[in-house]
T-cell receptor
Framework: SQQGEEDPQALSIQEGENATMNCSYKTSINNLQWYRQNSGRGLVHLILIRSNEREKHSGRLRVTLDTSKKSSSLLITASRAADTASYFC???????????FGQGTILTVHP | DTGVSQDPRHKITKRGQNVTFRCDPISEHNRLYWYRQTLGQGPEFLTYFQNEAQLEKSRLLSDRFSAERPKGSFSTLEIQRTEQGDSAMYLCASIATGNYGYTFGSGTRLTVV
């Protein structure tokens, strides 16, 4: 089955700095999604990038996708303490749209 | 109805007891998924409903687990004879066909003691 791997596993930065998280996967995908999870809560959909797109922006988020390297990155610019959360990449499998999630990156933004 | 609701938020149960969780998806979403998440890991797929039909079950879903979605509305996930290894966060998500971003509930955290 498809699996995703994310790195780093944890990232600690100061407010105002940029945060970059990376995701790699093993098989062909038609889209890749990023989710945020605050401690002990459900996941919130952040952004989706399709396989024919290379870069996408949403507010302070920038996502890139390199299908030749089977990798994606999520950049959060000008981070805020409220961005502290776990971030997961996810991609649909071959059936019924179920998502396979990476292990996540724990981001801590210090005020 | 602005989101996915899960009940209860927390459940502590003794090993061997049965537990049932409920998920109320967004009303116009016909697709509903259950995931399980353990500490430090990403969510893992358990089962999928399209309307009232359960169309896929993960191998993670042993015979002790059963899920239903009567009338294609709310869904329940029951775990019989709970084991300590069942301790996890159980997440429900819904989506409308043709859309891509799931809406997740806040989850039910199960602790088996």
């Amino acid at each position: 089955s498809q699996q995703g791997e994310e790195d780093p596993q944890a990232l600690s930065i100061q407010e105002g700095e940029n945060a970059t998280m990376n995701c790699s996967y093993k098989t062909s995908i038609n889209n890749l999604q990023w989710y945020r999870q605050n401690s002990g809560r459900g996941l919130v959909h952040l952004i989706l990038i399709r396989s024919n797109e290379r870069e996408k922006h949403s507010g302070r988020l920038r996502v890139t996708l390199d299908t030749s390297k089977k990798s994606s990155s999520l950049l959060i610019t000008a981070s805020r303490a409220a961005d502290t959360a776990s971030y997961f990449c996810a991609f649909p499998g071959t059936s019924y749209g179920k998502l396979t999630f990476g292990q996540g990156t724990i981001l801590t933004v210090h005020p | 109805d602005t989101g996915v609701s899960q009940d209860p938020r927390h459940k502590i149960t003794k090993r061997g007891q049965n537990v049932t969780f409920r998920c109320d998806p967004i009303s116009e979403h016909n697709r509903l998924y259950w995931y399980r998440q353990t500490l430090g890991q990403g969510p893992e797929f358990l089962t999928y409903f399209q309307n009232e039909a359960q169309l896929e079950k993960s191998r993670l879903l042993s015979d002790r687990f059963s899920a239903e979605r009567p009338k294609g509305s709310f869904s329940t996930l029951e775990i019989q004879r709970t084991e300590q290894g069942d301790s996890a966060m159980y997440l429900c998500a819904s989506i409308a066909t043709g859309n891509y971003g799931y809406t997740f509930g806040s989850g039910t955290r199960l602790t088996v003691v």
